[in-house]
């Protein structure tokens, strides 16, 4: 009876170890700009990676192409004053590819275009573009 009580608390102390080691680990270029907000994004949408600052001990590496048109005040106004809301036309759009750090095949690769209708925050902008592509990229973890 002993022996079985110790087995199940060994493994219930070292499951936790177990399911981290097994966690794949993603490298994001600290130089790119989008790669802070694709981090958080990742936390905030509970995507199961860890994020490691050397690539020689990655799983994954993200790649990002980054589009921005920064809106008009003018066409804001004007659609304002025509349909009622704020629309500065404004937009972000962003092409992530994951690639197989050890194979360099794609495994993954996803575009998301965030239009901003009622502000001029491109930080919030980003943000959006980030977490659809953290969720996506989730969805199609495996």
């Not at 965030?114 to 495996?142: F, I, P, R």
Request: with cysteine.
């Amino acid at each position: 009876m002993h022996v079985r009580s110790l087995v199940v608390t060994v493994l219930l102390l070292t499951l936790p170890t177990l399911l981290l080691a097994q966690q794949r680990k993603i490298y994001l270029d600290p130089d790119d700009e989008f790669s802070s907000y694709f981090s958080a994004a990742l936390q905030k949408k509970k995507v199961p990676v860890t994020i490691t600052t050397d690539p020689a001990q990655a799983d994954f590496t993200a790649q990002f192409q980054v589009k921005d048109k920064n809106g008009s005040v003018v066409k804001g106004l004007l659609a304002s004053l025509g349909a009622g809301n704020y629309d500065n036309r404004s937009f972000s759009t962003v092409v992530m590819t994951i690639v197989n750090a050890k194979t360099k095949d794609v495994t993954f690769s996803y575009t998301c275009k965030k239009t901003s209708q009622y502000m001029d925050d491109s930080s919030g902008l980003a943000s959006s573009v980030a977490e659809c592509l953290a969720k996506h990229w989730k969805d199609n973890l495996h």
